[in-house]
């Protein structure tokens, strides 16, 4: 018996594991979302192909992810591993990130700094608006 994967279930999952509330979800989808319908959408198997994207986008997780990601398959792929013998796999076991945190981290660093040095152009300008609406009168 071939187990079919849950689109919706998967879309549920990898949203709560990001941490964002449907709520949040309907609302980066457009006008015409709710709550109701991202709860509506959780429940469906098959998503639109489109909407699936849409979706991807938004979390930032590749739309294979939703359309492969099959729970019960990664807990058995979870439980086999720890089931072989520990020498077996230590040798073999190399992690490969495609992501450098400390790049990450800078760029978050450098995207905060970016938004502090414009909201501070923009208060001087308002102070500067301010200033001259002030010795107009």
Not at 47 to 69: G, H, R
Not at 126 to 137: C, F, G, V, Y
Request: aromatic share 6%.
């Amino acid at each position: 018996m071939e187990q079919k994967i849950h689109q919706g279930r998967n879309v549920k999952r990898f949203r709560e594991m990001l941490n964002i509330k449907q709520e949040a979800l309907a609302y980066d989808l457009g006008e015409d979302w709710s709550q109701k319908k991202i709860s509506l959408l959780e429940q469906k198997e098959v998503i639109e192909d489109n909407l699936l994207k849409q979706i991807s986008s938004i979390l930032k997780i590749p739309v294979e992810a939703f359309q492969n990601f099959d729970e019960e398959q990664a807990v058995n792929i979870i439980s086999n591993t720890f089931n072989i013998e520990k020498d077996a796999y230590i040798g073999n076991s190399k992690p490969v990130f495609n992501i450098n945190p400390l790049d990450e981290l800078k760029k978050l660093h450098e995207e905060k700094i970016a938004l502090y040095e414009r909201m501070l152009k923009e208060k001087d300008e308002m102070m500067a608006r301010l200033e001259k609406l002030l010795t107009n009168k």
